[in-house]
């Protein structure tokens, strides 16, 4: 069982920069791959960034060279350092925690609004 506390959400204007944490507890951290997600209103989830557990990360296009994922195993928590945020960037963000092919886990979520 793993849990999972998303935080660092909040409101910023179009170009500002934020950075959410996730903090995980209840089983081993390093053997998890990590990963964001986030929904908007109105549209489907979907994939942002994930890191795997030797410290790979892989984006999606529209994050590329603004998102940073990282991780850090001592802290059992993964971070998503956002730069030069625009309004479409907008969504409630979910961290993510998948291990081979057993059941994801799924944070609570922590809402990012980007005004222009």
């Known amino acids: 069982q793993v849990q999972l506390v998303e935080s660092g959400g909040g409101l910023v204007q179009s170009g500002g920069s934020l950075r959410l944490s996730c903090a995980a507890s209840?089983?081993?951290?390093?053997?998890?791959?990590m990963g964001w997600y986030r929904q908007a209103p109105g549209k489907q989830r979907e994939l942002v960034a994930y890191i795997t557990p030797d410290g790979s990360p892989n984006y999606v296009d529209s994050v590329k060279g603004r998102f940073t994922i990282s991780r850090d195993n001592a802290k059992n928590t993964v971070y998503l350092q956002m730069n030069s945020l625009k309004p479409e960037d907008t969504a409630v963000y979910y961290c993510n925690a998948r291990f081979g092919i057993t059941k994801p886990y799924w944070g609570q979520g922590t809402q990012v609004t980007v005004s222009s």
């Open positions: 209840g089983s081993i951290f390093s053997r998890y791959t």
